[in-house]
């Protein structure tokens, strides 16, 4: 093309901004050559005239198509230039958020700044065997393009990661290495990544510092070898380090620092393990205080110091190294605080001997004080005769004393480097590796010194190694495609590394000026300007004598030579390093021992290279100047680089280049001007200009044809041959043929080409736009004029019918209006007399009415004042009399108490002498007749003694006549003052009576008054109680409105949850056995491992297993809980866990302790209280038994009716919320009336129910209390009965010893009667104690009945049902748990009897045998003759029976060798069916050893077949089915009435008679769900590498994709050349397959429609996850080819009868996705339809297809940043999970529904192909 076709009217051009770097800007009129000026107009349409070079003629870069921008490959880009990258990445960047890009064979990362959810375990495995061009740009990509590539070529690989400091490089490294952590082995099982990881805080404490750009710069650069075995995974790492920066140990410029781990350790000094380092703060130390502040915001040392040392410790590092590293840390800044004193000569120097740092320093290292502080000071000179020590000038010490302090540095450094590797290090052979290079980008500062000066240098030779392999890949490429071969000139830096390296080069002159007594920087600097002044990568700034200017490949940079020579040098004396070796401390020593490798930092490790990969330098080696000299600085490095780049040149490297966006660290900022310079440092701006120079587009003949074919001419498009077709396009298209070359497969264009190419076709496409335009526009306009006339008819039409009609309608209303004046006066008059006739008949009526009332009034009021009067004289009557009779009665009680507590008194002492008698009575005749004799001899005595007494008395009674006399005589004296006495006393008596009888009153009254009120309280309560129960029914008349709809949406949903914890719990329960075949699969794995050369059959370990893990049936007797708890025991928690009857019975067992637990604590309280009531026991006061009764049975009563009250007032209240709430939320709905009164029933129920409890606990308490007055009563009256029972004898004399006898035995009786009435009061209390246990049970449970209604008041009515009808599961769950557990007491002691029977069965059996023995000489041919005869009258019973050693035989033939295709034809499932007949033989014959081993053998014969064959899908389905088969056999014959509702009475004859197989039923079930995982497993496998090709990049719709000018660059190496493309046909035919084979097979419907269930969701997961992850798939056109396979998907669904599977439903978020992509993206309205739309994708699924989504044609438009924010802002309210691709893995839970088979056992045919001749059917 010309140029004044290129530079048109409304060509976009770039030019140069010094802001922006780059801006654009648009041709405002045709450029014609020979012009000076170009008319620009800017993006904010300032008018600009830009200046054309006239000698050059270079004009402003064009810009690309928009439908280029943001492209993944820069190379694809049609113009490649500077501005166009740029641009790119930004747009990118802001606009996508797309942190990566390619460039070639070149990854750009730019730092985000911000955590990104693009890291997960979900993108590795989507990554995980991708091409590399096929997704979006990742670092992920680049390291699946290593793994792939070593482990097909078994090359080893680098990853060479570099860029500025805080460019995101060891991020970028670190994620790679994650990578192949989950790719080279389990994520979980792999700790070479951690250990790595954890060394970070070590490299970045030791080895990175704060920069004037970076706060935590790296001063070092490492390359990590991560080793892999032959199966390629991880198994060790290695690390390489090189140029330390030594010199910041001892200066820092200023705002920067020193390494992290000097104020970590500052930070840290105040720990009482550190206190003997005698460190202070950082500002403290001279080598910690150069460069001003110590401290880094947002850093905290101190905690940073914590991670460092629990990193040493993770490594390893033991504590005593530990504090050993910090005490030479800390020794070094002691060294540099050291004050040095200059004498007066100024050629010597002294350290004063108290100086504390130095003393510190010698005690911290172990080292003599003396001879360091002369050493310091002092050198010494060795000639060939003589030695010498001479003092050394104070520079020259200072220089001493950094050198020494930065050796020391330096080995500490090697030394953790190396204990690092240890730790890192592993001792299998390593098969290869790949190598992750964390290096320093290109440093240029505004002093750059000689550590600046070795970095360049570094980047110097990677750039040029870089260079080399890009131009090496794009001439592979052009001879691949058999393209001529033409030199591409691109810049070779070997110039540049030849001035640096070269013989007397830079690092020879500067070693050559190190060797020279006194040399100095300004000699070098001279020999350098003498030496390559000619040089063009050399200057000489004008202004300087002492600096150098070195052209790099990136940029210039001026060095200032101050310095260099003694870091070259790196001077270390011999005498200090000779103290330091005497040191006492054992790794202070083991540091400066002499090693045979003087860079053991670079050396690489023997164990860990490969054996097969011989690293050799491509030149030769370069020789050292002199030998017998120390290696400088430079020359080490050197060679350590070398010795890399031979490494790397031995490796396949890929390249990552990391882009610091911004200075500031802002997230997502972009900084053009820094970006710009990186891009240029890093070369990836060289990379664009080598693709530039050649063919940088490349496309494919077929692509180039479906997007370019609209500029094919019509006769051409006959042509078959697309390849002729192209050439012929082009060749009339594009004049010049040096644009464009064909090659075997691809076109390549230059560059601009093209972007030519899509000007002719966007000319095109415009030109057929304009024509269908204007015949559309002019049928529009014609059916607009159409319209108008045919409008404008109608109205005049309308119009004309209107205005006739109007007339009519105002003559119409005249008339009325008059008629309606003469009606309206009329009514108004006679509404005014009506109105003044009502008041005066209201005003009557009220005024008569007024006056009745004052009469009634007044009548009423003194008819009431004589009521009042009768009832208040009454009442006064009365109280006055209830008073007198209260103190009269009280007067009464007090007297007659007392006497009876004398009369009491006496009886007891005469009842127990009386009891006494009485039981001595029987057989005491003759101590009566002793007695008796006794008697008459003191009555002859009493006779004497009488005639003795009556003489006293008679002089007795004459003296009493004469006091009486004399008293009489005294008393008429005394008679005055008795009186008046007596008088007083009968006063005092008559005031107390008063008061007594006033006590007694007052007592009276408030007793009644209580009992009256109480009465009184009662009654209102009951009335209250009926108030509430009558409001009770009118609210729940109310909510008999609400319920039908409300009920049946909640059924649904409650039936969905019920599914979806359903689903879960199988789940999981899936998951774990999952999870146990795995580990089986691992534990086999590793067995065959172990022993390779001999593998033992493991039939024998496996039927070991199934002994332990499932008990056979002999064993199997498990009955009551106790059994139940032994077998968790034996058999373990896990196998235990899953029988849920056993669970259920241990937790009823649980809740019955617990209940006896709260019996025996209610119990003992009891006790201790009866015990504290014995101890303080007081008097009680007797009240009368019967008014006690009923006050407590009143006041039980009052507390029973309180406590409803409140509960039914509780009730009321929540039923008027509820009423309430319901009523707001809807007041027109109405409820169902059979949900009400099922509810309104439940009420009634639990009302009656509490009523009769309530009424048997007010019973139970009166009894009790009775029965406790009763026993109180009978206690009282027996001392009364006693005393009355008198005896004949009682009052005569008894002897003493008689006494004393009789006393004995009434205390023995009295013990006895004691025992007997302690043991029925016990007894008693004991039924009172469960009668008060039953009423508090009774109490509980009418509580949770309570509570459970006032719950299910709350609750919504169909929630009341539900929970009605939960709460009857449960208590029907109890009842079963009760029935089950006598059940199996029941079946324990049958299998006892049963085990009896069969030992005594097995001894008739053995006694049979033994007699038929005898005879089988004799009767042999004949017996066989008879047995046959039977048999063959039999008919066949459908048992198969064979012997014991044909067992193995059996499961050979019908398990382990047999294959699918030999019962093709016959019955499906034919092998269970065979097996199911032998157990029914076994078990016939009742012999539980053959059930076990023949079910064993078959279990882990089949595991063993599906090991064999675990790729092969039609034997994994075979098996599949046989094992369910098998299930369903022992399921439907199992006996089990739940099982046999379908069988047949044939059916049921043929069932299990003596064995229970339930726990087999169990295993064969996890058998089942194995063998589906593996299927699953193999389907996937099978269909996973079309899915993509089929449903994203086949065309399916011929002609619709137009397929995006991208340059079609596929960048990976490890693709294979042929066309691996498949249409959607591929996979309905591999799906037609499947369900082929599962039909044929038998397989259960339920189970194909779960299989398929699970393909679909795996096809779904997987064509998303890849949309969601490359953006060239991201367009209007796939959307529409996505819903096209989709819809054919679900058309082979319905067409094989599957819709039901719920396959479909797993396709909604694939069927959104298209849908998102055909939606229109501009408006609000848009984005709401999107976000009503898209409810199965998650808010960053959404956007992130919205920011892929790239438009195939100028036409269409881009997604705008503020639609993709408005979507944001509209989806804020969700709560969807972060993870942004689908869960591949998942795997739906399986449910294996019983399927009975209609077959019988005897109609089944054995066929001759299985070679089963030694069964014999029975």
Known sequence: ??????????????????????????????????????????????IREYPVDAQNNQLPFLRNPDILVGENDLTALSYLHEPAVLHNLKVRFLESNHIYTYCGIVLVAINPYEQLPIYGQDVIYAYSGQNMGDMDPHIFAVAEEAYKQMARDEKNQSIIVSGESGAGKTVSAKYAMRYFATVGGSASETNIEEKVLASSPIMEAIGNAKTTRNDNSSRFGKYIQIGFDKRYHIIGANMRTYLLEKSRVVFQADDERNYHIFYQLCAAASLPEFKELALTCAEDFFYTSQGGDTAIEGVDDAEDFEKTRQAFTLLGVRESHQISIFKIIASILHLGSVEIQAERDGDSCSISPQDEHLSNFCRLLGVEHNQMEHWLCHRKLVTTSETYVKTMSLQQVINARNALAKHIYAQLFGWIVEHINKALHTSTKQHSFIGVLDIYGFETFEVNSFEQFCINYANEKLQQQFNLHVFKLEQEEYMKEQIPWTLIDFYDNQPCIDLIEAKLG?????????????????????????????SQHFQKPRMSNTAFIVVHFADKVEYLSDGFLEKNRDTVYEEQINILKASKFPLVADLFRDDKDPIPATSTSGKGSSSKINIRSARPPMKASNKEHKKSVGHQFRTSLH?????????????????????????????????????????????????????????????FFNRYRVLVKKRELANTDKKAICRSVLESLVKDPDKFQFGRTKIFFRAGQVAYLEKLRADKFRAATIMIQKTVRGWLQKVKYRRLKRATLTLQKYCRGYLARRLAEHLRRTRAAVVLQKQYRMRRTRLAYQRVRRAAIVIQAFARAMFVRRIYRQVLMEHKATIIQKHARGWMARRHFQRLRAAAIVIQCAFRRLKAKQELKALKIEARSAEHLKRLNVGMENKVVQLQRKIDDQNKEFKTLSEQLSAVTSMHTMQVEKLKRELAHYQQNQGADASLQLQEEVQSLRTELQRAHSERRVLEDAHSREKDELRKRVADLEQENALLKDEKEQLNNQILCQSKDEFAQNSVKENLLMKKELEEERSRYQNLVKEYSRLEQRYDNLRDEQTPGHRRNPSNQSSLESDSNYPSISTSEIGDSEDALQQVEEIGMEKAAMDMTVFLKLQKRVRELEQERKKLQVQLEKREQDSKKVQMEQPRNDVDLDQDADLAYNSLKRQELESENKKLKNDLNELRKAVADQATQNNSSHSSPDSYSLLLNQLKLANEELEVRKEEVLILRTQIVNADQRRLAGKSMEPNINARASWPNSEKHVDQEDAIEAYHGVCQTNRLLEAQLQAQSLEHEEQVENLKAQVEALKEEMDKQQQTFCQTLLLSPEAQVEFGVQQEISRLTNENLDLKELVEKLEKNERKLKKQLKIYMKKVQDLEAAQALAQSDRRHHELTRQVTVQRKEKDFQGMLEYHKEDEALLIRNLVTDLKPQMLSGTVPCLPAYILYMCIRHADYTNDDLKVHSLLTSTINGIKKVLKKHNDDFEMTSFWLSNTCRLLHCLKQYSGDEGFMTQNTAKQNEHCLKNFDLTEYRQVLSDLSIQIYQQLIKIAEGLLQPMIVSAMLENESIQGLSGVKPMGYRKRSSSMADGDNSYCLEAIIRQMNYFHTVMCDQGLDPEIILQVFKQLFYMITAVTLNNLLLRKDVCSWSTGMQLRYNISELEEWLRGRNLHQSGAAQTMEPLIQAAQLLQLKKKTHEDAEAICSLCTSLSTQQIVKILNLYTPLNE???????????????????RNDPQQLLLDSKHMFPVLFPFNPSSLTMDSIHIPACLSLEFLNEV
């Open 1755 to 1773: 036409f269409e438009e881009r997604v705008t940043v503020s639609f993709i924010r408005t979507i944001q802002a509209q989806l804020q309210e």
């Open 1 to 46: 093309m010309s140029v004044s076709e290129l530079y048109s009217q409304y060509t976009r051009v770039w030019i140069p901004d010094p802001d922006e770097v780059w801006r654009s800007a648009e041709l405002t009129k045709d450029y014609k050559e020979g012009e000076k000026s170009l008319q620009l107009k800017l993006e904010d349409e300032t």
């Open 643 to 703: 010795l890399l780049m031979e490494t790397l040149n031995a490796t396949t490297p890929h390249y990552v280049r990391c882009i610091k966006p911004n200075d500031e660290k802002l997230p997502f900022h972009f900084d053009p001007k820094r970006a710009v310079q990186q891009l240029r440092a890093c070369g990836v701006l060289e990379t664009i200009r080598i693709s530039a120079a050649g063919y940088p587009s490349r496309w494919t003949y077929h692509d």
């Open 506 to 534: 830079i690092l020879d002159l500067l070693d050559e000026e190190c060797k020279v007594p006194k040399g100095t920087d300004q000699n070098w600097a001279q020999k350098l300007y003498d030496r390559h002044s000619s």
